[in-house]
């Protein structure tokens, strides 16, 4: 006699929301008394060239709150992510992807910085004299940079064995009962399913949020290995989220350095536009002109940046009117089984530094509900 098959556990996007997520799963107590089989289901994985729908390998990507400082919730799961990944760094250093700088945040407008900053080592709030005259408050602190595609397969690493992944595009919940999704994840109806589908949440059957939108970022990738911190400029008010212009300098150990932005919400163009790549090497420029080659720095070169650059890239946040969703959805009914839903998506921006935070809450949920 044949005995019952465990029911699976669905993981539905492969980005770094949904690759903590399941490597939160698999150290759970839930995995470890009964090791039900996780399979994450993704229409774009890490080694896939690079997308502005999956936005986790364009990403610049830094740790660098946005959390507003009456959102304790962000804060939460903020910080406890620069925990792990600074932890992280500490047991294994640059070869996580992980890189440990000063970072230098300038305020244009405002003389607060977020609160959620002062959590960080070595905050120091700066001289004017330091600064341009433009920059009405500033502050440095140790923060992190991430290397995208190496943290990710990092990630992937750490779910050999215990979680299978498959390219598939699953057009609903549903859809998990369909004969072409059950050849992958078996027979038996999952047990429960994370919905960590970044911008695809705006489509996938049974729970189309039409809360979900693009923010466009553009950012440029030059070669610059003598730049070793990083650097922000904050013009207008975060609102709570992603408000304002903001510039950013964001280094990498093997010396590539990200510049950006832009926030351009609803904006679905998934090409590079030339007028915004000038202006971000102007604003790069602007307030950091060390980014410029130091061999030599002639002050006649109208574009001193143009011959480092790599490349340019255009990636679509995951962004959601209010907030990230993290939280329980309606059950699903798969004929006369039931399955639970969590949700893990909606994340915006703040993808890479709030991930093991938003995991870690998720699977806390599915663990409280079964």
Known sequence: ????????????????????????LVESSLYA???????????H??????????ASTIAGAHHLSFADDNDLRQRKWDSRTFQVMHDEWKREGEKTGLMV?????????TDKHLRIYEDHPDLTTLDRSTHSSSIDHSISFTSLTMTPAIYLRRLLDRLKGRAQIHRYHLPSLSHLSHPSCTALIGSSTPLAVFVCAGIGALTLGDVEDREVYPTR???VSLKAPWMRSGWTRQVGSLDGGEGGERTYIIPRPDGTVIIGGTREQGDWYPYPRAATTDDILRRAHDICPEIVPPYPRDQSI???????????????????????????GDDLYLGNDRVKVVHNYGHGGAGWQSCWGTAEDAIAQLLRSL
């Open 1 to 24: 006699m044949l005995e019952p098959q465990l029911r699976p556990i669905v993981i539905i996007g492969a980005g770094v929301i949904g690759l903590t997520t399941a490597v939160r």
């Open 33 to 43: 008394e009964s090791k039900h089989p996780i399979h994450i289901l993704a229409n």
């Open 45 to 54: 994985l890490p080694s896939d060239p690079l997308d502005p729908k999956y």
């Open 101 to 109: 700088l000063k970072q230098t945040e300038y305020y244009v407008g």
């Open 217 to 219: 970022g553009q950012i």
């Open 302 to 328: 109208t574009e001193p940046l143009k011959d480092i650059v790599q490349g340019v890239l255009v990636g679509f946040r995951p962004s959601r009117v209010g907030g990230t969703r993290v939280e329980l």
